[in-house]
Structures are given as C-alpha cells and as structure tokens.
C-alpha cells in the first residue's frame, strides 16, 4: 500500500490550490476517503469525506471553500481548496478511516501567506 499526496505549495490568501493523492494497493473504489490538515502543535484533523457512492460532508472550517472529488479509475482523490486563509496552512494528508486507517503518507505542506 502506498499514499502520495502532492500539490501543495506557498499561496496567498485568497488564492487556489488543487491537491491529489493517489492510493495504490487498495480496491480503492470500495472504500470512502478523506483529506486531513495537521498544523504544527495542532492533531491531525479530517477536513473532507466523500463517500463511495460520492456523497462529500466538509469540516466547517473548510464549507463552501473547499471541494473533495475522487476519480475511481485513476484511484485519486483531489482536494480544490479556495479563498485560502493563513489558518488553512498545515501539512495536507489522504487517507481511508474504515476499516482501518492506512499507514500515512509523507503529505503534502500548504503555506497561506503574503
């Protein structure tokens, strides 16, 4: 198994990133998936969930700036994230929480600053 995130960069706030991460190893179609943040001296907290029929809940720190997609075929979950605020800064992961979490990749960092 395999997660790789990747997208990330320095932005300035208001700005727009787009983040994938691809699964390898999995079926990953059958499983939902989420994107988390962790902040330095922060827990890693989940921001996004879409489900495997597609349906997508947002953390509301994230609602209506942040949109999660996946793409079955390519095994690849994206994270479109707008209107970036300084507070969005941390390092970006992918992963699946059922049945159970999979080893975590080296993610992604996202920098919001001016």
């Known amino acids: 198994v395999q997660i790789v995130e990747s997208g990330g960069g320095l932005v300035q706030p208001g700005g727009s990133l787009r983040l994938s991460c691809r699964i390898s190893g999995i079926s990953f179609s059958s499983y939902n998936m989420h994107w988390y943040r962790q902040a330095p001296g922060n827990q890693r907290e989940s921001v996004a969930r879409?489900?495997?029929?597609?349906?997508?809940n947002y953390a509301d720190s994230v609602k209506g700036r942040f949109t999660i997609s996946r793409d079955n075929a390519k095994n690849t979950v994206y994270l479109q994230m707008n209107s970036l605020k300084p507070e969005d800064t941390a390092v970006y992961y992918c992963?699946?929480?059922?049945?159970?979490?999979?080893?975590w990749g080296q993610g992604t960092q996202v920098t919001v600053s001016s």
């Open positions: 992963n699946r929480r059922e049945p159970i979490t999979l080893p």
């Open positions: 879409i489900t495997t029929g597609g349906t997508r």
